[in-house]
């Protein structure tokens, strides 16, 4: 997982920032990987542009969390049970991308605030699925830095309920890539009159995300012209006996 982070590639200051993690990581988890219906260009606007996901779940009334753009490159989030953060994407290129956050949770499940930093590596890579729909392949490598004295006994008692919570959320994040990627190839329109409503969405991204529906959109409606023109060609070139077979006249049913 460390080997698969492109150090040479980045600046100084954010080489100690994420060596300061993973280097002495209280907690390492690699999620289950994903292989899901998804165009690349709307995958790779959706995981730069992690506000417009939260967004869309509270317009859909499914989630109590809230995200928004501080900077070109930071983002503060709240959960609303407990967990406070503050994002940084230290990193993005087309299949890769590493996150750096800081934050604290209080809540129920410990005694007391527990403070930690965290390196968040989502790594994909386009693939073309069964049926010939485009889809993307997704995996992420988590490294957490607990700051609390103790934090090895935190561990120990919640590393198993971090875990399954990380697999799901990441399960279900995939899943709701691929639900708006495929809501973009079928109704399009639908995604420009949500994009509308998206709270904590800087008017500028929310175009952004215009543009990515319609862009995808125009790609598949492409695709789909050039299957129908290829099946045509296919069926024009038929050999002289298979066109005597389809040409053949039927007798009427009776």
């Not at 809230?66 to 049970?81: A, F, K, M, P």
């Not at 299949?95 to 005694?111: D, F, K, R, V």
């Not at 500028?204 to 990515?212: A, D, K, L, N, S």
């Amino acid at each position: 997982a460390i080997r698969s982070i492109p150090f040479d590639q980045l600046t100084p200051d954010a080489i100690r920032s994420l060596r300061g993690i993973i280097d002495d990581a209280s907690f390492f988890r690699r999620m289950p990987t994903q292989s899901v219906p998804c165009d690349s260009e709307m995958y790779l606007f959706l995981i730069r542009h992690p506000e417009v996901v939260v967004s869309l779940w509270d317009v859909m009334g499914m989630t109590k969390v809230s995200l928004e753009r501080t900077g070109e490159y930071q983002l503060r989030g709240n959960d609303g049970v407990g967990t406070k953060c503050n994002m940084n994407l230290v990193y993005g290129s087309e299949t890769l991308h590493i996150y750096q956050s800081q934050g604290a949770y209080s809540g129920n499940l410990w005694a007391r605030e527990l403070q930690g930093r965290c390196v968040v590596c989502i790594h994909n890579k386009p693939i073309q699925l069964a049926d010939g729909t485009p889809g993307m392949m997704a995996w992420m490598d988590a490294f957490l830095k607990l700051e609390n004295v103790g934090a090895d006994l935190a561990v120990k008692a919640l590393g198993p309920f971090v875990c399954k919570t990380a697999d799901h959320n990441f399960t279900e994040c995939a899943g709701f890539f691929s639900q708006i990627s495929q809501t973009a190839w079928t109704n399009p329109q639908g995604l420009v009159r949500v994009a509308a409503r998206l709270p904590r969405v800087t008017p500028p991204i929310r175009e952004q995300f215009v543009t990515t529906s319609l862009s995808v959109a125009g790609k598949r409606s492409s695709q789909a012209a050039s299957s129908v023109t290829s099946q045509e060609t296919d069926a024009e070139s038929e050999s002289p006996s298979l066109q005597i077979l389809s040409s053949k006249k039927r007798e009427p049913t009776r």
